[in-house]
């Protein structure tokens, strides 16, 4: 395989990156809810249970895009103890 970069559908395109953006818009003691999408689309809804760290998308296609913005909300997490009000991951 070259450098080429997957784009979201799982293709291969060199020049398509992917830039998923993320706002905190709930947060329980069992869920916190993220709107996200990309490109600034705040199309779909992630949840995260903040005990497990288990998360899920409303629409059941946890794809790429989804994985990326999740790891890096968690990640987040882990470093500051509380989950980010919004978060962005670029490729």
Do not use: C, H
């Not at 949840?47 to 968690?74: C, H, M, Q, W, Y």
């Amino acid at each position: 395989m070259t450098n080429a970069k997957l784009d979201v559908q799982g293709s291969e395109n060199s020049a398509v990156g992917m830039m998923v953006t993320a706002r905190r818009v709930g947060a329980l003691a069992t869920e916190v809810r993220y709107q996200f999408g990309l490109e600034g689309r705040f199309d779909r809804v992630l949840t995260i249970d903040p005990r497990t760290l288990e998360a899920r998308v409303e629409d059941g296609d946890f794809n790429p895009a989804a994985s990326a913005i999740t790891a890096k909300i968690v990640n987040a997490w882990r470093t500051a103890g509380e989950f980010p009000e919004r978060m962005t991951f670029a490729s």
